[in-house]
């Protein structure tokens, strides 16, 4: 939870006011806890705007967050969709429109749930490889967290999954099929083309990051 403020004409601060251990994650259990945290602190007088991501729970028009503390202070608190969480959402969804990338993080959601199977990691933990991560939609960095993994242990990968393929394991004909993805000449180019726009996205979160940076990054 933060509150922002200019310091002076071109700088803002924007200092963290608390950090809660939510017991509901419901708007409702969100809403209170957040009223209740300001109303200690900075109070809600000149409160003019909130900021979320876009989940309904947030961003609801009558239940959400925003609403309920709209309500509860009594007038009409602007609500902002995140810009980081839009940004992620729109480079994402231009990401999708390429069916080879959408083949790509479907491949790597596929990696990452063999690989949870215990027979397969502990296959995977023999030749030293290195967790696979998770394709979260909510996640910042989900989808550059898994795509680097995946280019990382790429060897690591390949070895284990040809292990499973040549074994009399009941994963072996799928552990097969993923074989044949990895494979495939046109895996490796899109997985490392798919790594260097996402880790553009991630350089965004750079604390040190400034507006001459961004749009250098960004041509």
């Known amino acids: 939870m933060c509150q922002m403020h200019r310091q002076h004409v071109c700088c803002t601060r924007v200092p963290a006011i608390d950090i809660v251990a939510l017991q509901e994650l419901n708007a409702a259990g969100i809403s209170s806890n957040l009223l209740h945290v300001l109303q200690k602190t900075v109070g809600t ?9 876009g989940a309904s ?3 609801g028009s009558s239940g959400g967050v925003q ?10 608190i602007v609500y902002i969709h995140c810009f980081a969480h839009r940004l992620h ?16 993080l479907d491949t790597c959601q596929q990696l990452y749930n063999f690989f949870r ?24 960095t989900g989808h550059h967290d898994s795509v680097s993994t995946v280019l990382a242990e790429f ?17 072996s004909i799928e552990a097969a099929g993923l074989v044949q993805q ?10 490392k083309a798919t790594k260097d726009i ?17 749009l250098a990054l960004s041509l």
């Open 67 to 76: 609403a309920l503390v709209s309500a509860a202070v009594g007038r009409k």
């Open 57 to 59: 729970v947030m961003s």
């Open 198 to 214: 996402l880790d553009v996205l991630k350089a965004f979160q750079s604390e040190t990051m400034d507006i001459a940076t961004g």
């Open 45 to 53: 007088d000149r409160l003019v705007a909130q900021s979320y991501d």
């Open 89 to 104: 959402l729109v480079v994402l969804r231009v990401l999708e429109t390429s069916s080879h990338v959408t083949w790509l």
């Open 117 to 140: 199977r215990y027979a397969v990691a502990r296959q995977y933990s023999d030749v030293g490889g290195r967790k696979l991560k998770r394709i979260l939609e909510q996640r910042w």
């Open 155 to 171: 060897n690591n990968i390949l070895e284990t999954l040809e292990t499973v393929a040549a074994s009399r394991m009941s994963e």
């Open 182 to 191: 990895l494979k495939h000449a046109e895996f490796m180019p899109v997985l």
